[in-house]
């Protein structure tokens, strides 16, 4: 078994690397873990990486996946303006997300990961934990310095990796199943993040880590990686234990259903402006970037249904079947299995918190929305007990805490009573800490619970993070430490101990994280009770009325198109 020695040097399966020390931590950056998906491997599987002779120096991270940012900025909005054919609807996150999220250094030459390794640790054992970036399938990248691995690894002792994968057209819209021409191209980013798992497994242990005793971890679209592999019985030799944060099934980088990755598909040749999938192994990126837009925007904010163009199909052996009704409905086989799932009070607010219902909406335009899927008469049920929960909310709140529950708690809750039946561990928290930035209107909001657990809170660092403008840095520090060893403890061994039992569906046991940190059994109980009696208690229950929503509206929109004699986009 091989080593790190003493300058940093370690040898993997493909050539010496050797990485530089930081911040109480030996880190290497760029390694890569498959081949470059560029030329003739554009939309193709991901193969090993090339062996290399010599010392690789792992000093710097590989480019992010191909993303929009500031070089490519004013080539993709110029082909938007030129194909946007009148779309309704806006970006599904706040506006300060293009700075802080903006990755300039990306390429599709992207299959790399960073490694953390804790500089006073032992040479072997170590608890390892892959945690795969957020960013709807978007943006982003696994070296996205605002959640850098290197206070964890030190504070946790542990190893950090965090891999990229092809994003965009690239990695998640489904050309193969159009027909011969890119026969490999379905769910190519479920494929990369698989990639990546297998060679941490492989690899870890020159690094010191433990390949017995990996954690796989991720933030929303990050959460849905580790769905996938969670449902995916060839990744379960990889893995120990999964951590999923802002889990939802139902928003637009997660997994849908074959006839809509078919449409999506077919729209990008439409706005494209081209008949063979096969052109599409030379196109520019800008112009896949510049449809993603489009697609992206493509509804109304107020249309309530499930539009995923950059998710994950239910197709052939990598996603056999939706992960979220099957860990909510099915047994789960793998062995030794612990689970922590985490989200946050109020992510609706970071999502459409910037829509006009939401942000000033009265009670009848809620009613509006909340009727295409609960009815008339269960949309004022819904409301009226939604109010007696929060009556200090104004209406468009209101519909923020019915949605925020809907898609995302409510398929988390479902998970944890599946697994908890089967005498599987499972620890829920909610991210529940107010911030005060932007006037704080986002509130507890989605990837807000990020600077906590990768203790990543310098001024630096928030300064990047409106929302945490004007946050008590005291408070923040206190409560990132005591949340911080939780979740630690929990990548660790499992087991974060009587400061966060497992969750049961008898006491519904959820973690309170906020300005304390506390069990809290029954938090979300009387929620849960409204979706049950009005009959969408189940993710499949709101799968179908989302979908069935989805596709009238497709269909909508082509009518339109035919009636003026254009066509439908």
Known sequence: ?????????????SGLLRGTSEEGVVVYRGVPFAAPPVGPLRFRSPLPPERWSGVREADRSGPASYQFNCVNRSAVERIVREIDPGVPGIMAWPDYTN???????AAEDCLYLDIWVPESAPRAGLPVYVYYHGGANAVSSGSFQLERGANLARAANMIVVRPNYRMGALGWVHFGLLGG???????????DQFAALRWVHENIAAFGGDPANIAIGGESAGATAVSHLLTSPKAHPYFRRAVLQSLSPFNPWCTQQRPEAVTVARMYLDLLRIDDPARLQDIEPDRLLAVQNVLTRYFDPDLHLAWRPLGA???????????ALHLSENPVTKPDLGVAIGFAKDEWQFFRGHSRTVSRGSRRDVLGVLAQVFGTDGAEEVYRRFHELHPGHAPGLLLSDIMSFEFFKLSSLAIARNL????????????????????????AVHTGDIPFLFRNHSERDLARWPAFDGADREEIRRVSGWMGELYASFIRSGDPGDGWPRFHAEDQNVLWFGRSVEPRPGLLKREWDVFQERGFGTVRSVEKALVDNVRAALADRAGAAQGSGGVAR
């Open 181 to 191: 021409a890119l026969p490999e191209a379905v769910n190519l980013g479920v494929q």
């Open 1 to 13: 078994m091989h080593r790190m020695n003493a300058q940093g040097l370690v040898r993997v399966t």
């Open 99 to 105: 700075a802080t999220y903006r990755h300039n250094h």
């Open 420 to 443: 908890s039946t089967q005498r599987i561990p499972v620890h829920l928290f909610q991210f529940s800490y107010d911030l005060p930035g932007l006037g704080g209107r986002l509130r």
């Open 313 to 323: 199909v239910v197709a052939g052996d990598w996603v056999p079947q939706s992960p």
